[in-house]
């Protein structure tokens, strides 16, 4: 005879469900010798003060062990995962650290799931373990009842009405068993999760830490993948074009006496590889310049100004080096504001303000130009503003038609 | 006159030598970092060291470092740098304690192999030779900036006695005569508050000044 999956299946979920419910009734009920404990003793000896402070010390002992075993219990039996609390970091105990770790982890929340709470579960397991046992017993009364000597069995009042009774009603109730563990062990669940787990603030909380650090890991490794372009270009396609600039440059310098049309293609290769040179230094110096670590942004400004082929004045009031992601942001920002302004807004000057104020450090810069530059539409601007987005800084553009254009960014620099 | 070479890439490295071979230099040693440098001058005392700005291990001014260390131990050796990019932050740094046989040089001057080598020459020999680019960083207006008062016409001026230049090279880059030149430093001391004394003098201390506001 094959039984159908369906009722296979419901039939292995009402037994886990209720080796679920079972499992719970001992860890639930753990902390109820405790309290009964204090309170005989209390009433016999009226020294309140030492079972108080003794209940106490065992509740908050065996809370985390009690908590281990519900989770393990949640996920072995029913496969629910009860998240783990972080540990906090260790820090010098103080009032105030333990009133934060207080309100971060919630404590009285597990201890009120085991002490009060697991009691009331406990009874809630042991009534439908109950009720399932009855409905088992019920069920299988009217075969047992052939077990019986058949004198008993013909004679015994009832025989005929109530047996069959008694299993019907307890192989209806089976049927209704699995939903009800089911039922029983979701909100078991469900109250485990609320309370034995992380409380919400605590989970956004850790998530929001999660997601700062890898946004952070995210620019660290953007700025050192520009670095690591830099470094390889410089370290060899610019050396090689230098190099064959140079041997171009002998070779006019060494044989004045080639004819005057080999002379003419090598000058032009000379002026080519040149000028190849001067286009692959300005790429690159975009990405992100040696300078800039070394000697930071005021150095770096200054030879990015003076390659603008526009007057840039510029002003730079830093007390001291801010951290090189605000550099490397501040430098990539006002680089393309002064790429912007020379290639697009027609601008006959410049102004570059980089001050540091308190915790910002504020950058402006304006260019006399046509104006009309949008950030919302422009590819370039939106790029700027997402780079000082990611370190939660401020942008804005200022363009009215037919200029001027300012554009400024704040960036927190706390050190 | 013999030379030692500072440059980590090989190539780069062989074409230095060739040009300043043609330029009459003998080039006694050459180095891929800091440390061989230091090693190279302090056994061959040259009469020049062309050194790399960017090099092994740290690939950001060890050339820069080597060369005011080459400056401190052995004073009066001429130094030229060369990097891809020029910063006047570095210039600055070498020039602050004295302008005479410095060089700081963009890499791909040295294609223009006739003018590399006269500035070169003009470096061993006791004088400056800093690249336009320098120049121009230099130049930059910046807000309390003691130059504001030049004249643009002094501000080329100035620019060209920081590459350098003499009297008559001023007057020839910008096309007017010699007087007018003199004129204009004459105006460009006056400006810069410079005392009269020496004028050869006065020209390092106005390069110098230039030099040092530029690193307010």
């Known amino acids: 005879m094959t039984i159908p999956a369906e009722l296979r299946r419901t039939v292995l979920r009402a037994q886990r469900d209720t080796g679920f419910l079972a499992a719970g009734v001992l860890p639930h009920l753990a902390l109820v010798p405790v309290w009964a404990w204090a309170a005989a003793t209390t009433a016999r000896t009226g020294n309140w003060l030492l079972t108080v402070s003794v209940s106490a010390a065992l509740v908050l002992l065996g809370t985390p062990v009690l908590t281990a075993v519900q989770r393990a219990r949640y996920r072995v039996l029913i496969g629910v995962d009860v998240p783990r609390l972080t540990p906090t970091a260790p820090e010098r105990r103080t009032w105030a650290s333990t009133a934060r770790w207080l309100a971060a982890t919630r404590?009285?929340?597990?201890?009120?799931?085991?002490?009060?709470?697991?009691?009331?579960?406990?009874?809630?397991?042991?009534?439908?373990?109950?009720?399932?046992?009855?409905?088992?017993?019920?069920?299988?009364?009217?075969?047992?009842?052939?077990?019986?000597?058949?004198?008993?069995?013909?004679?015994?009042?009832?025989?005929?009405?109530?047996?069959?009774?008694?299993?019907?009603?307890?192989?209806?109730?089976?049927?209704?068993?699995?939903?009800?563990?089911?039922?029983?062990?979701r909100a078991e669940a469900r109250l485990a999760l609320g309370l034995l787990g992380p409380s919400r603030a605590q989970r956004l909380q850790e998530r929001v830490d999660q997601l700062a650090v890898s946004r952070t890991d995210l620019i660290e490794a953007v700025d050192a993948e520009?670095?690591?372009?830099?470094?390889?270009?410089?370290?060899?396609?610019?050396?090689?074009?230098?190099?064959?600039?140079?041997?171009?440059?002998?070779?006019?310098?060494?044989?004045?006496?080639?004819?005057?049309?080999?002379r003419e293609v090598i000058a032009r290769a000379h002026l080519e590889a040149k000028e190849a040179i001067a286009e692959l230094n300005d790429l690159v110096r975009g990405l992100h310049p040696a300078v800039l670590e070394d000697r930071g942004l005021d150095a770096a400004l200054s030879?990015?100004?003076?390659?603008?082929?526009?007057?840039?004045?510029?002003?730079?009031?830093?007390?001291?080096?801010?951290?090189?992601?605000?550099?490397?942001?501040?430098?990539?920002?006002?680089?393309?504001?002064?790429?912007?302004?020379?290639?697009?807004?027609?601008?006959?000057?410049?102004?570059?303000?980089?001050?540091?104020?308190?915790?910002?450090?504020?950058?402006?810069?304006?260019d006399d130009g046509l104006g009309g530059a949008d950030a919302a539409a422009g590819t370039g601007l939106t790029g700027l503003s997402k780079r000082v987005g990611s370190l939660d800084g401020a942008f804005h553009v200022s363009s009215p038609a037919g200029g001027p254009t300012t554009i400024t960014a704040e960036l927190p620099c706390a050190r | 006159m013999r030379a030692v070479i500072a440059e980590d890439s090989v190539l780069l490295r062989v074409g230095l030598i060739k040009v300043l071979e043609m330029g009459g230099f003998q080039v006694v040693a050459e180095a891929g970092d800091a440390r061989g440098l230091l090693a190279a001058v302090a056994e061959h005392r040259p009469e020049l060291a062309l050194i790399d700005v960017r090099m092994p291990p740290g690939f950001?001014?060890?050339?820069?470092?080597?060369?005011?260390?080459?400056?401190?131990?052995?004073?009066?050796?001429?130094?030229?740098?060369l990097s891809q990019y020029v910063e006047e932050r570095y210039a600055a740094d070498l020039l602050s304690a004295n302008t005479s046989g410095v060089g700081y040089l963009l890499k791909q001057r040295v294609a223009d192999v006739a003018d590399f080598v006269a500035a070169v020459r003009r470096v061993a020999d006791g004088g400056t030779a800093l690249d336009p680019q320098v120049v121009a960083q230099l130049l930059l207006r910046r807000d309390s900036?003691?130059?504001?008062?030049?004249?643009?016409?002094?501000?080329?001026?100035?620019?060209?006695?920081?590459?350098?230049?003499?009297?008559?090279?001023?007057?020839?880059?910008?096309?007017?005569?010699?007087?007018?030149?003199?004129?204009?430093?004459?105006?460009?001391?006056?400006?810069?508050?410079?005392?009269?004394?020496?004028?050869?003098?006065?020209?390092v201390l106005a390069v110098l000044r230039f030099l040092g506001a530029s690193r307010s």
């Open chain 1, 226 to 262: 520009r670095r690591r372009i830099e470094r390889d270009l410089h370290d060899g396609t610019q050396q090689r074009l230098v190099s064959l600039a140079v041997n171009l440059g002998l070779a006019m310098a060494t044989r004045p006496d080639l004819p005057s049309d080999a």
């Open chain 1, 303 to 366: 030879g990015l100004a003076a390659r603008t082929p526009l007057p840039v004045r510029l002003r730079v009031d830093l007390e001291e080096r801010v951290a090189p992601d605000v550099e490397s942001v501040a430098y990539f920002v006002i680089s393309e504001a002064l790429t912007n302004a020379t290639k697009h807004a027609d601008a006959t000057r410049a102004e570059v303000m980089v001050r540091q104020v308190g915790e910002l450090l504020r950058l402006r810069v304006t």
């Open chain 2, 145 to 203: 900036d003691p130059l504001a008062r030049l004249t643009p016409r002094e501000r080329e001026v100035l620019g060209l006695m920081a590459e350098g230049r003499s009297n008559a090279g001023i007057a020839q880059a910008l096309v007017v005569s010699e007087s007018a030149v003199a004129k204009h430093i004459n105006n460009i001391f006056g400006k810069l508050d410079l005392p009269v004394a020496d004028a050869d003098h006065r020209r």
């Open chain 2, 60 to 81: 950001t001014d060890e050339g820069v470092r080597a060369a005011m260390e080459i400056r401190r131990c052995w004073p009066g050796t001429p130094v030229v740098l």
């Open chain 1, 107 to 185: 404590p009285w929340r597990r201890i009120g799931y085991h002490l009060l709470l697991g009691p009331l579960l406990a009874l809630l397991e042991l009534l439908v373990l109950a009720v399932a046992a009855a409905c088992l017993a019920g069920a299988i009364a009217y075969a047992w009842s052939w077990a019986l000597p058949t004198g008993i069995r013909q004679h015994w009042f009832g025989y005929l009405t109530q047996l069959p009774a008694c299993t019907a009603a307890g192989l209806l109730l089976l049927c209704a068993l699995p939903w009800t563990a089911r039922a029983v062990a």
